[in-house]
């Protein structure tokens, strides 16, 4: 049974993120999708409200569970009997932090590598941090979220939309 870990801050899920569960859902046994409670970041959602949306979303993959963790992923990736850390690449940009990331956990913990999956090409520009920038200036973000985020989002902006 292969079993991968899906880490991220999630900060909202975007159309990119989803792409690349459901490509990550049919390779694995089991993917748990994993929002990390990092302190040291403010987010626009809060932990527990990132995993609800996820577990919406996900709702109709049934090898697909959420969580959040904290502390080290490689750890977490171990209590949980996962081998595998799945990320996805959107540019050259993401390469070099990703590449260092996947290299300093397998440095930390050797039964665990990284898998990463290239964006597709839809989603390439797509960012949480984009989403939220637009968002906060009262922009179209539909294209970006499933509609039940975008209200969300916009709500936490002060402006139901
Ligand atoms: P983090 O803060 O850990 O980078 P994110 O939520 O921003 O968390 O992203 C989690 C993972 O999803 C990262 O590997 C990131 O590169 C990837 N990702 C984010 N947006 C996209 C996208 N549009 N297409 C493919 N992968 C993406």
Request: contains cysteine; charged residues 25%; glycine residues 6%.
């Amino acid at each position: 049974m292969k079993a991968a870990i899906y880490p991220g801050s999630f900060d909202p899920v975007t159309y990119g993120h989803i792409d690349i569960i459901k490509r990550a859902a049919d390779i694995f046994d089991s993917l748990t999708v994993s929002v990390l409670n990092n302190k040291v970041k403010t987010p626009l959602f809060s932990v527990d409200e990132r995993v609800n949306i996820l577990k919406e979303v996900t709702k109709d993959i049934t090898n697909v569970s959420v969580e959040s963790y904290e502390g080290l992923l490689v750890e977490y990736c171990k209590q949980n009997n996962a081998g595998v850390i799945i990320r996805g690449l959107r540019a050259i940009t993401d390469f070099e932090y990703e590449l260092q990331l996947a290299q300093t956990n397998r440095k930390l913990g050797d039964e665990v590598d990284t898998i990463f999956l290239t964006t597709s090409l839809e989603y390439a520009y797509l960012s949480s941090s984009t989403v939220k920038e637009v968002a906060s200036f009262g922009g179209d973000i539909s294209k970006f979220v499933p509609p039940f985020i975008a209200d969300m989002v916009y709500e936490k902006f002060g402006a139901g939309k």
